[in-house]
């Protein structure tokens, strides 16, 4: 599937800009779905200390014979994600951690901030600071957030899971299952989304898109 996500992340800002659908879904709006986040104890190694490469572990994903062998990849790749290759930022991500489980939000997102002026190609605080803004429903801001992850690692299933939910949220049934299918393509065993991916087929294909 060749989607072409950082158009498709610029023109869902230009809705959450400016249309009504986001103040009315607001409104309404149920507890986030699950975002796919990191393990709580990834395995060792991560960038630089890893036997495998991030397209080594992403080719092996995509024919993973089922969901144990899977999650065990999804480890690695996000042991590579999670390693800043700086001292200062794992710190101040391990406090971030902390302030996420204490529901101090605002206080992780100001964190994140200064870790990705200090490091801006660290694709995990971007993909950290989109996944708490979802959370607190800014979604202009986490969508900002995706571009910035998708620019860095298209193939980064956990933003473009996001990206899905941001979309359904603000009404974009269309382009969420766009979403959910490319990061299915990039892990086809992502928990709970073939699911969604099946519901929202049939809600889509239904009508006059």
Known sequence: MNLRFPVLVTAALALAAHSSLVS???AQAQSP??????????????????????DT????????PDEATAKAIEDRIWAIWISSGSDTCNLLMSRVKDAT?????DFAIKLLDAIVTIKPDYVEAW?????LRYIKHDYGLALADIR????????????LAGLGL???????DKHALQAYQAALAIDPHLRN?????????????????
């Open 24 to 26: 009315s879904s607001l």
């Open 33 to 54: 779905r699950e975002w796919p986040s990191p393990p709580a104890d990834p395995p060792q190694g991560g960038r630089g200390g890893s036997t495998f490469s991030l």
């Open 57 to 64: 572990l992403f080719n092996a994903l995509k024919i993973a």
């Open 101 to 105: 489980d204490d529901r101090d939000y």
């Open 127 to 131: 993909n950290r600071r989109a996944t």
């Open 148 to 159: 910035e992850v998708l620019a860095r690692e298209p193939r980064h299933f956990g933003a």
């Open 166 to 172: 941001i979309l359904q949220d603000i009404g974009d």
């Open 193 to 209: 989304l073939s699911d969604i991916v099946k519901t929202l087929r049939e809600k889509v294909e239904g009508r006059d898109i």
